[in-house]
């Protein structure tokens, strides 16, 4: 069954092609085209094109579709395009008549936009709650670890002293930036697009603030064009919110493999979090942080992926955007399980103590030396130059103090800032949305 069938047959080859994956895709939508057609179904008896008796028949039968759905037990049957089609089609065998009265006023267009945008918002908020999640456990362990010193590192050579309360901390941060971007993808999102049909609106007095009210949109998409125009263009902020995500928690992981490295030993994961060799028995390999690392560095790739799938398309639906499913959908569940797998390993590193009183870290200490020079009088640039003669000649030395009191330096971490930074962000938006 298709929903634009009509008296000739299409040719299996080109079905196949033009079908594709979408059905996979499609299951994932099932529970929202029930949601979207429920509210557009309340809105045509309101406007007289659907009975009273017919509503309350229609909307018993999605009833049962969406237990279905809930049961695991839906499925988009061979010969049936895709979730809408086999949506009707159930109706349609059930109810007769009835059931193929629903499509009035919206086209399969509008239909799957409204699909998609009530998926996109329950993506969003799982992968935010899931971001909040690695935010509290970072913040924790930056809390629990404020006070043990590490090695801070530029051009990956020993630098200057941090912290782990310090790193820990940034990357706390850094997911504040990432949920304040996706937090807006979801303000963009939330906008209902239904009654738009094809993309140039309907001859029926459809009544869109109804449905934007019954499903929780927001606010409309008013113009009908720049509603079907945002089918791919909302894809295309997302895939940015996604990657952002992605990047924080690929250099998180890039940092965990490096420093569990046994040349570095600043972190250990618990044995249960590691695999083994085949042919070398004292290994213990953080491969749950590489594989993060390696779909994280595949996540970058995703805005170019949308936007190439974008590129050159006028105004209108095109059948091109079916394709951006299999970038993106995937993307949603690697995402997810990166977050979940961080915050549960995370949670559990252990850190090392004393590192610092390693010989070949004493000159972490330089830049320490230099400012204590500068504040007995000494200019900046002679203090340089005097440590700088003391390292070469190796007569180096310093005793280990540090103190540091400006804001976001390893003395003082702000983390009750940035904790009222990730409160602020934008979320209230995504709360009551």
Known sequence: MKLWEKSTKINSLIESFTIGNDPDFDLQLAKFDVQGTLAHIKMLESIGLLTATELTTLESALAEILALIEQNNF?????????????????????????????????????????????????????????????????????????????????????????????????????????????????????????????????????????????????????????????????????????????????????????????????KLPNEFTTGSSIMPHKKNPDVFELIRGHCNLLQSLPGQVSMLNANLTSGYHRDFQLLKEVLFPAFKNIKNGLRLATHCLAEIEVSKNILADEKY???????????????????????QKVGAAVEDGSFEYSGKVIHTHEGSIGNLCLEEIEEKMRMCGLVDVRIG
């Open 75 to 267: 499925i988009i049957e061979p010969g049936v395009e895709d979730v809408h089609s086999q949506v009707e089609l159930l109706l349609t065998r059930k109810l007769g008549d009835t059931g193929k009265k629903i499509h009035a006023g919206r086209s399969r267009n509008d239909q799957v936009m409204v699909d998609l945008r009530l998926f996109f918002k329950s993506e969003i908020k799982e992968i935010i709650d899931l971001t909040k999640d690695l935010f509290e456990v970072l913040i924790s362990q930056s809390k629990k670890y404020q006070h043990v010193l590490m090695p801070g590192y530029t051009h990956t050579q020993v630098a200057m002293v941090s912290s782990f309360g310090l790193w820990f901390g940034a990357y706390a941060e850094s997911l504040v930036d990432d949920l304040t971007l996706l937090s807006s993808v979801y303000k963009i999102n939330n906008q209902n697009p239904l009654g738009s049909a094809a993309g140039y609106g309907s001859s029926f007095p459809l009544d869109r603030k109804m449905t934007t009210k019954l499903l929780g949109f927001q606010g409309l998409a008013y113009n009908s064009i720049h509603a079907q125009m945002g089918r791919g263009k909302t894809e295309q902020f997302l895939s940015f919110g996604i990657a952002g995500i992605g990047a924080t928690l690929g250099k998180l992981s890039a940092d965990v493999v490096l420093f569990s490295n046994e040349n570095y030993k600043f972190l």
């Open 362 to 384: 004493k000159y972490l200490y330089t830049v320490e030396k230099v400012n204590e020079l500068v504040k007995m009088g000494i200019p900046f640039r002679e203090a340089y």
